[in-house]
């Protein structure tokens, strides 16, 4: 089945600063690539997403990029805020029937003010 | 926010007892989906379910049951056989054939 990497676990930035999120997939039969944002004790909400026909997708401060040769996609937040502070998890699904998601480990971005 | 609903927020169970977690869904969404999220980890699939009467196990159903009585409900059971059912559950729904899921709040259990 699908395994999805995700890099690094921890990642400390100083407000103003970007912040990049890299993450691996395994199924080059994977289509669908999305990313969620959960704050503490909250459930996930979807930011970003992404499909294989595209290699490079923005929404405001935030952009997600593909790779498919490489079977890699990264979540670049531009600008960071305190706010931004949250658990960032990646994904991916071959779609189809079920539309199953294989999340990442999830990386935990601290925005110093 | 709204849209799908679980409840309890915060479950506390004796070891040993079957405990049943809701997940409503007023989206007319087909899929609906069970996950299990440990404290500094991702997600991890139970159970998914596309049409009503038809359920399918995900990577880690051992312990776990569920039934699909109606399109808007998708109840998950955490039998005395799971043998670590202290987590975070989260449920899921999305419509057929499109990838975008969308998560209720949680249930956080607590088996002592």
């Known amino acids: 089945g699908e395994n999805v990497e995700q890099h690094p676990s921890t990642l400390s930035v100083q407000e103003g600063d970007s912040a990049v999120i890299k993450c691996t997939y395994s199924?080059?039969?994977?289509?669908?690539f999305p990313w969620y944002k959960q704050e503490l004790g909250k459930r996930p909400q979807l930011i970003i997403d992404?499909?294989?026909?595209?290699g490079e997708k923005k929404d405001q401060r935030i952009a997600v990029t593909l790779n498919k040769t490489a079977k890699h996609f990264s979540l670049h937040i531009t600008e960071t805020q305190p706010e931004d502070s949250a658990v960032y998890f990646c994904?991916?699904?071959?779609?189809?029937?079920?539309?199953?998601?294989?999340f990442g480990g999830g990386t935990r971005l601290m925005v110093k003010p | 926010d709204g849209g799908i609903t679980q409840s309890p927020k915060y479950l506390f169970r004796k070891e040993g007892q079957n405990v049943t977690l809701s997940c409503e869904q007023n989206?007319?969404?087909?899929?609906m989906y069970w996950y299990r999220q440990d404290p500094g980890q991702g997600l991890r699939l139970i159970y998914y379910?596309?049409?009503?009467?038809?359920?399918q196990k995900g990577d880690i159903a051992e312990g776990y049951s569920v039934s699909r009585e109606k399109k808007e409900s998708f109840p998950l059971t955490v039998t005395s056989a799971q043998k670590n059912p202290t987590a975070f559950y989260l449920c899921?729904?999305?419509?057929?054939?499109?990838?975008?899921?969308?998560f209720g709040p949680g249930t956080r259990l607590t088996v002592t």
């Open positions: 379910s596309q049409i009503v009467n038809d359920f």
């Open positions: 899921a729904s999305s419509i057929m054939g499109g990838p975008e899921q969308y």
């Open positions: 989206l007319n969404h087909d899929a």
């Open positions: 994904a991916a699904s071959i779609g189809g029937a079920g539309n199953m998601l294989t």
């Open positions: 199924d080059s039969a994977s289509n669908y």
């Open positions: 992404i499909r294989s026909n595209v």
